[in-house]
């Protein structure tokens, strides 16, 4: 399983480097025809990339833990590498999310929080285990994530690669129980700490609880 990720995770970093390289104003994009060759974003190999890895994630089809590290590579050489790194951890949560049934999603935001939280958590566990190769564990009132093996970990200096794992955590506590708390990156394999470890609040920001 872990020689293998889900095609929705190279997938999270083409994106993110699309998204970002996207001009929001109208003056860019009268300049982005000369920009489009030099803009790795908008290239047509990165088109090609994302049509490819769309097309595996409709088949079912995982893709190799190593070409999903030389893409994190390659966005680790960027000078806005942790921008895009947590562009796409954010976009991953999104679209893992989505994975979840309507149903399921509304009875979870329905639900009073004492029946919702533990579909929230086994959601939450089944999804970061699937597109993240990672373990989901509560302890008490906080939550934590742990990679054996970062696809990030090698892509930039220091721990700038871990900031993909963060802001998917982040954004998919935000989506699951409207959790607006701080995620703290308590274990790190750069530092030699064996794997990849997050702590956040398991609770909403503004509960009454
Ligand atoms: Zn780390």
Redesign the pocket.
């Known amino acids: 399983m872990t020689d293998t990720v889900d095609p929705l995770l190279p997938l999270s970093f083409l994106e993110a480097v699309r998204n970002v390289d996207t001009p929001v104003e109208d003056f860019e994009a009268e300049l982005v025809s000369d920009l489009r060759n030099k803009r790795l974003g908008l290239s047509d190999t990165i088109y090609n990339q994302i049509k490819r890895f769309s097309d595996a994630v409709k088949r079912g089809q995982r893709t190799s833990f190593e070409e999903a590290t030389g893409i994190a590579r390659l966005l680790g050489r960027r000078p806005d590498a942790e921008a895009v790194f947590r562009a796409a951890g954010r976009h991953l949560a999104g679209e893992s999310y989505r994975t979840i049934n309507g149903v399921t999603r509304r009875v979870m935001l329905l639900l009073p929080s004492l029946l919702a939280r533990p579909i929230a958590l086994g959601s939450t566990r089944r999804l970061a285990r699937r597109y993240l190769n990672a373990r989901i564990s509560r302890v008490g009132a906080m939550v934590y994530l742990e990679?054996p093996r970062?696809v990030t970990?090698d892509a930039a200096s220091r721990?700038t690669?871990?900031t993909y794992?963060e802001a998917g955590l982040k954004e998919l506590l935000r989506l699951m129980v409207n959790s607006g708390g701080a995620v703290e990156?308590v274990?790190?394999?750069?530092?030699g700490e064996g794997a990849?470890q997050w702590r956040a609040e398991w609770k909403p920001s503004s509960s009454m609880e």
């Open positions: 990679v970062s970990i721990s690669g871990c794992y990156h274990r790190c394999a750069a530092r990849c």
